[in-house]
């Protein structure tokens, strides 16, 4: 019994200690105006080393989070075409800590500024930005004072801007033919936003609004004389394991149309096989080697059980949440009633462990998939054809 209560109160500390550590959940690069912005959403306020380095000639920005848990996060983060070349995370064991490491190309002087930010929902944004300098030294780069956070409401009005951003409007980008944004008339990252983006997809857009859908992230991807693309992210307290997706990919050669993905997703389903599952997907090919003979035993032996299980777990969600789903799909498919019941159909099917899932084009009108691998999700595509400027 003594050595029980020595091993006991041992323990209680390293558990005690993982289960508060500031869980780094989701991470994206975006650009505003002249500035690059880092965003990391964190389940609460923390703060983070930041530090410059060189290594092996490469100028890096490094972001620690000594002790922290690791969500759902990449692996890798296509740079900026500017200042960042790329992205990379490293994660160590459970309380190990996360690592976000900026690879910045050479001899390009710039400041940067940090800012912690309330977000609705509990959680909590640390902004890193960066911007050009003529002035800074290029590798050790100098730190400008955080420009003072806006306040937050705590409980903002359904549709308003989630993650606000307090920087200017980029500029549209060169000649040659490459897109022009049209000037924003409303808030970003808003529902109002959303459906000046996708005129195709309003009714859908306004179901989701009405039924209590916010948007708890969005972020703006450019790239110089090309596109400016966007992406949303949609919770509904209502429903924790499901998320809405939104990408909106606007056409940079003449005479093509805008492609809007909107996407109803069980990925924010938690737990040992979701987790196990996610992480198993972030492997190297180095990695599956050191484990794996072959790289087909690592699909029938690892990921094939889980998806499995996974196909049980999101059945389960999906059939609970049956009329959020049908809701959805009446909505994006109004022409088409019967996909609400051929989808629903589908995921009421018996689970095969040979045969754990399966990919269904349900409607052509808009393009509409159904997903049963691993996390099950809707997928509807909208062609829109740029008029005048406005989207």
Known sequence: MAWLLVWLLCLAPHAWGAGGAVEVRRLGLSKVAENTLLTVVLDRSATPRVSSRTVSGKPQLVVEFPGARAGRLPTHLEGDEALVQQVLTETASPGGGVRIILDLFP?????YWKQN????????????????????????????????????PTAPPRGELRERETLPEPAAPGEEGGYQEPKATVAPGSFAELRRLMPKAARLLQGLETEGWVVSESNRYDRPGRRFSRDFILTNRKYPELVVKIAYLPANVPSTPNINIIMLSTENLTGEVATEYQGLRQWSFAKIKQKYEDIGDFFDDALKPLRVKLREQTKSVALRDAAVFQNFLKLACPNNPQVADQVMNHVRA???????????TVSENPLTILNLVDFLYVKVYYL????????
């Open 107 to 111: 001899d390009k002087p710039f400041t």
């Open 117 to 152: 930010r309330p977000s609705p929902g509990g959680q909590s944004l640390f902004i890193l930005g960066l911007k050009p300098d003529a002035k800074a030294r290029p590798v050790q780069a100098r730190v400008v004072p955080s420009p003072e956070p806006e306040p937050v």
């Open 350 to 360: 018996k689970v095969s462990p040979r045969f754990e899932g399966v990919q269904y």
């Open 384 to 391: 829109e054809t740029p008029s005048g400027g406005e989207q």
